[in-house]
């Protein structure tokens, strides 16, 4: 069954049960279909997570911290320091830095595409009203 079929039935339900408990009100209707509506739901939750996108895109990658070591003459972990030079342990901390402005560039791509999401749940829920008062 589709979102478009649940709404439907919702709808039928709901002036099926008006009209035999006493008349609802268009917005009683509305509210109704806004707080069950699938198509709604669904729409809701896609705005309220490409809402969180541009503050992820626009932060500095993480720094990656190494540690590395080389042993020599031996093969057990950290031995064989003190019978060569050529072993050693060796720390290190790097951080990837974009291009000046390509931070706040990728934000701003992720706020367009936040308001193409909003704009797509408001036409479903427009939608949706639609179809309750067209029935």
Do not use: C
């Not at 069954?1 to 035999?20: H, I, K, Y």
């Not at 590395?68 to 031996?74: E, I, M, N, T």
């Amino acid at each position: 069954m589709t979102g478009a079929q649940r709404s439907a039935l919702l709808v039928l339900v709901a002036v099926a049960g008006s009209r035999t408990a006493g008349a609802a009100s268009l917005s009683e209707l509305l509210d109704e279909a806004a707080r069950n509506n699938p198509d709604i739901a669904a729409g809701l939750r896609a705005w309220r997570a490409a809402a969180q996108v541009p503050s992820q895109v626009s932060t500095m990658p993480d720094p990656q911290i190494t540690v590395q070591h080389l042993a020599v003459g031996s093969p057990r972990p950290f031995a064989g320091y003190s019978n060569s030079e050529f072993g050693y342990i060796g720390f290190g901390i790097s951080q990837d830095i974009p291009y000046p402005g390509k931070l706040s560039l990728k934000a701003e791509a992720a706020q367009r595409d936040v308001s193409v999401t909003r704009e797509k749940f408001e036409a479903a829920k427009r939608s949706v009203f639609q179809q309750e008062k067209a029935s």
